[in-house]
């Protein structure tokens, strides 16, 4: 399979503070529907060459942990021992078959000092002998009714693993499954706004909305830093991105009259916008917004740059990344959010209604946040010129760009 018909998913894996502390890597074939893994060793070996030869694993994963599947042919093969074993957490598929080779290899790789966890677990005898040796079990909550994963959270508890929810994609089951004392998280419900708790808006992201607003009706710079005034903790938030993210500055930025003078309007345009995800009440950093958020705005804003926009449409398409997912901060319609702001029609038919070549973009990169390359593929066709391996490199280096981002955050 040629290099640039392999991509990889990135989905996070969040503690019971809603902290990213790693990420499964997940392995895409270009033009299939899903995975659809024939060969488990060649799959996990793309990823593992992808995330480690091309990629960097600094742009992967950050300073995160990282899940690769492994099926029982790359768990014995020596391969894995080339992976960082303080960095790498080694997904046994559930598809292996328990003999007394892979339990003896097991129990080599964790006195080299690799982490194991089961994937896909449904309680079995054959796993007894494993449930010894992984720190992390993964449960798939859809594989099993609600009122079923207490027992069999219970019967693991005999055990001194972790237990992990896979396929979280609601509020409400997030709760439930830190109810029954789960300790890991993966899945989106973190940034769909249609199924969150009550939101109450932070004044300050308020006043960051009103902020937003004055530039871009590029507002005298006096009124600008009124509203800074009033809030000086969104001074300081500001000058700390700022000062922290690689942004071709080079002496660093002392107030919000300096930044605006220093970055221009269109640099503190885009630093205002992260700023809106990082002033999440309550909130530890990494936020899985923020990086979702920085990502998806970097990436779009790529993506148009290789289609040759002019620096105008590629300023928008960046802040058509990041406003995607302002629901998930603020309990206000995003249409309002749009009048407020008095986006122009191209950036709000984008972000309204998916709609323009913009609109097209911004699917573009939420579908590649989700196991679903047949509508990557339509996507790409209705672009004309992008292909694959675009979307791949501007995705990694998106999320190179969003780990900068999250670390001067945190």
């Known amino acids: 399979m040629a290099t640039k018909d392999i991509y990889l998913g990135r989905q996070p894996i969040l503690d019971r503070e809603q902290r990213i502390v790693a990420y499964e890597l997940l392995f ?39 899940f690769i599947n492994v099926s029982a042919d790359m768990l014995l093969s020596d391969l894995v021992e080339l992976l960082p074993a303080t960095q790498i957490v080694l997904e046994l598929l559930e598809t292996i078959r328990v003999d007394d080779a892979v339990i003896e290899r097991c129990r080599a790789l964790r006195q080299m000092g690799f982490t194991l966890a089961l994937d896909d677990f449904v309680f079995d005898e054959r796993y007894r002998p494993l449930l010894e040796l ?11 009714s609600r009122e079923a994963l207490p027992s069999m959270v219970n019967r693991l508890r005999g055990w001194p693993v972790k237990l992990l929810a896979e396929k979280v994609d609601s509020a409400e089951q997030a709760a439930y ?42 507002a005298d710079t006096p009124q600008i830093e009124q509203v800074f005034k009033q809030h000086p903790n969104l001074t300081y938030n500001l000058m700390r991105l700022v000062n922290s993210v690689a942004s071709g500055v080079h002496r660093g930025i002392a107030s919000v009259s300096q930044a605006i003078l220093v970055l221009g309007r269109k640099q503190l345009q ?44 590629c ?16 309990d206000k319609p995003l249409a309002e959010i749009v009048k407020e702001l008095n986006l122009g029609e191209r950036l709000a038919a984008a972000l309204l209604r998916r709609e323009g070549e913009m609109g097209v973009l911004l699917q573009l990169v939420e579908s590649v946040e989700h196991p679903c390359p047949d509508d990557t593929h339509a996507l790409l066709a209705q672009t004309g010129a992008l292909s694959l391996s675009d979307v791949t490199s501007a995705e990694i280096d998106a999320m190179s760009w969003a780990n900068q981002v999250a670390e001067a955050a945190s």
């Open 315 to 330: 300023d928008e398409a960046f802040m058509a990344g990041i406003l995607s997912l302002i629901e998930s901060l603020i």
């Open 28 to 66: 895409r074939a270009g033009h299939t529907s899903g995975a659809m893994i024939s060969d488990d060793m060649q799959a996990t070996a793309s990823v593992i060459h992808h995330a480690f030869s091309e990629m960097g694993v600094q742009s992967v994963l950050g300073t995160q942990r990282g």
């Open 177 to 218: 499954c830190l109810s029954l004392g789960f300790e890991l998280f993966q899945g989106y419900y973190f940034a769909r706004p249609l199924v969150l708790s009550a939101k109450r808006a932070d004044p300050s992201q308020l006043a960051l909305i009103q902020l937003l607003g004055l530039v871009l009706r590029d």
């Open 270 to 313: 885009r630093w205002l916008q992260l700023l809106l995800f990082t002033l999440q009440g309550g909130s530890t950093y990494p936020s899985p917004l923020l990086l979702m958020a920085a990502t998806r705005g970097k990436m779009i804003e790529l993506l148009a740059a290789k289609q040759q926009r002019d620096a105008e449409y």
């Open 134 to 144: 992984v720190d992390i079990v993964k449960i798939d909550i859809l594989q099993h």
